[in-house]
């Protein structure tokens, strides 16, 4: 093993780093010591802004294979071999908490994929319940505010001033579905490798043809479901706040893997408005009855970050990352999320934020983008523009593979609700179709929660639980009574 011995960031050997200069041995520290200088300086930059929201995440390393090729249905390259293997890295995150929350609160879960394809990154952004507080992306940054702690006493949401929160709840009908969700004890959670994931989002895949088919994203752990109650996510987060990030590391540098089954729901456009919701509404599920899942493949995640920083905090994802063969849907949502995440990742780790290892393809890069900050990527040549002659016509554009969609829009440019919002008929059936634990634990959650707010606020939300289920609505008012 070779010696390694310390330098400053130049390259200069350092033969102490535990004494700075001084005049004498007691004197006064002399400016000219850059070794001193240097490290102070790095250690005070050491910190990059928080994440807005998934803020304390956990990370792991692994591949993709397809169970058998998709072509059928999208021309993406990942999904046609089944004896290739894609690499990923994927972030587990507790979303409204800061970097210190513990990782059992009752909150919602990310689960964020990066494939590493033939045809650069491929980003699959979910959480781990299936629909979400709202369906239009100009709330998301109302919904945030109303999630996090109090801009006058920093407090946060789950503490006893929690009106806040279902002040807003209690304005927003279409929240009533997601309520009924991360309620339940799939919002308090102890382990990543036992948790289910989902697009939310409705996207596209389409085949060489031309022809695109609406999807839904699921991804189901084969090691099964696993959760905790609110009484175990207290005591948990009392005594060991980082159960789930250490759970999936330790598993991990065992030796063991951690597997997740990916299985899609498809639907064919013309379809869309024979539905009596709205498929393209973020706050619905696609009853599996209708639109049954369909295995696509297998992901297994087998290796740990070597340096949590440089792999984990600094990975960076956006759903407009996307591969030929995948679109996006008209969801608003996602309209919105396509601009929000590239955006925030800027702000947050600088415009050139895909050139970091973590979140570089692994295929070449060629475009005229240039400069910023941490450039490390530089274009090379005088041509840093399209079209040229002098740098021989390079980079040219990327022929097209297959048939383009090309879908056909017209309408009136307007700010209006979605025709199909029934904000309440698949929160009543999301009630319904749990046993009677799970009913008494959804009801005794919200009521725990919901006894913190002012009277006028209960009253409202409780117009929306009884529209939802009368019985679940009288039981979260007895509660709240009692």
């Given at each position: 093993?070779r010696?390694?011995?310390l330098t400053t ?9 535990q004494?700075?200069l ?6 006064p ?11 102070l ?6 910190r ?5 929201v998934?803020?304390k995440?956990a990370g792991?390393?692994?591949?993709f ?6 072509g059928?249905?999208t ?5 046609q ?9 994927v ?5 409204i ?16 994929v990066?494939f590493?394809?033939?045809?650069g ?8 319940l ?8 100009i ?21 006893a001033a929690?009106?806040?929160?279902w002040d807003?709840?209690s304005l927003i009908p ?13 919002g ?7 948790m289910?994931?989902?697009g939310?989002?409705t ?5 060489a043809?031309g022809?695109?088919?609406?999807i ?10 696993q959760?905790?109650?609110s009484?175990?996510?207290?005591r948990l987060?009392?005594i060991d706040?980082d ?9 991990l ?5 951690v ?8 639907m064919?456009?013309?379809d ?6 709205d498929?393209?509404?973020a706050t619905k599920?696609w009853?599996?009855?209708k639109f ?9 995640l ?9 792999e984990?905090e600094?990975?960076?994802f956006c759903p ?6 995948i ?6 949502l996602?309209?919105?999320?396509i601009?929000s995440y ?11 934020y895909l050139e ?8 070449p890069?060629?475009n005229?983008q240039?400069?910023g ?8 040549g005088?041509a840093?523009y399209y079209p040229?002659?002098i ?9 097209e ?14 700010r209006?609700?979605?025709?199909k919002?029934?904000?309440?008929t698949?929160?009543g ?12 634990h959804?009801?005794s959650?919200i009521?725990?929660n919901?006894s913190c707010?002012?009277k006028a ?13 009368k ?6 008012a ?5």
């Amino acid at each position: 093993m070779r010696d390694e011995y310390l330098t400053t960031n130049q390259g200069e050997p350092v033969t102490d780093d535990q004494n700075s200069l001084t005049v004498g041995q007691r004197g006064p520290t002399l400016l000219q010591d850059i070794v001193l200088l240097e490290k102070l300086a790095h250690f005070d930059r050491e910190r990059i802004p928080e994440r807005v929201v998934h803020a304390k995440g956990a990370g792991a390393h692994g591949y993709f294979k397809v169970y058998k090729s998709m072509g059928s249905y999208t021309k993406a390259k990942f999904l046609q071999d089944p004896s290739k293997e894609t690499p990923v890295f994927v972030r587990f995150s507790v979303v409204i908490g800061s970097r210190g929350v513990a990782d059992t609160v009752r909150d919602v879960r990310g689960f964020a994929v990066k494939f590493y394809t033939e045809d650069g990154n491929y980003d699959l952004v979910g959480n781990n319940l299936p629909v979400f507080f709202i369906r239009d992306a100009i709330k998301f940054p109302d919904l945030i505010h109303a999630l996090k702690p109090d801009p006058v006493s920093n407090i946060p949401v789950d503490s006893a001033a929690n009106s806040r929160f279902w002040d807003y709840m209690s304005l927003i009908p279409e929240a009533t579905h997601m309520l009924t969700w991360v309620f339940s004890d799939l919002g308090t959670i102890k382990s990543y490798r036992f948790m289910e994931g989902f697009g939310v989002n409705t996207y596209k895949w389409i085949n060489a043809k031309g022809k695109a088919m609406l999807i839904k994203y699921h991804w189901k752990p084969l090691g099964g479901v696993q959760y905790i109650d609110s009484k175990e996510a207290k005591r948990l987060a009392g005594i060991d706040p980082d159960i789930a990030s250490r759970d999936l590391f330790n598993t991990l540098a065992s030796g063991k893997t951690v597997e997740y089954e990916l299985l899609i729901q498809m639907m064919n456009l013309k379809d869309q408005d024979k539905q009596d919701f709205d498929p393209l509404d973020a706050t619905k599920i696609w009853p599996e009855d209708k639109f049954p899942l369909m295995p696509v493949g297998k992901m297994v995640l087998n290796r740990n970050p070597q340096n949590f920083f440089a792999e984990v905090e600094q990975s960076a994802f956006c759903p407009a990352a996307i591969v030929p063969g995948i679109d996006f849907s008209n969801d608003k949502l996602l309209q919105g999320r396509i601009f929000s995440y590239g955006d925030t990742q800027r702000y947050r780790l600088g415009a050139n934020y895909l050139e970091l290892p973590i979140n570089r393809p692994k295929v070449p890069v060629n475009n005229n983008q240039q400069d910023g900050f941490m450039q490390i990527m530089p274009n090379m040549g005088s041509a840093n523009y399209y079209p040229n002659t002098i740098g021989g016509g390079l980079p040219k554009h990327a022929p097209e593979t297959g048939i383009p969609e090309n879908p056909y829009v017209e309408g009136k440019v307007v700010r209006e609700k979605i025709s199909k919002t029934d904000d309440y008929t698949q929160a009543g059936d999301r009630y319904r179709s749990m046993n009677k634990t799970e009913q008494d634990h959804l009801v005794s959650n919200i009521v725990e929660n919901l006894s913190c707010a002012d009277k006028a606020i209960q009253d409202r939300m409780l117009v929306h639980f009884k529209k939802a289920d009368k019985e679940f609505g009288n039981r979260i008012a007895k509660g709240l009574k009692g």
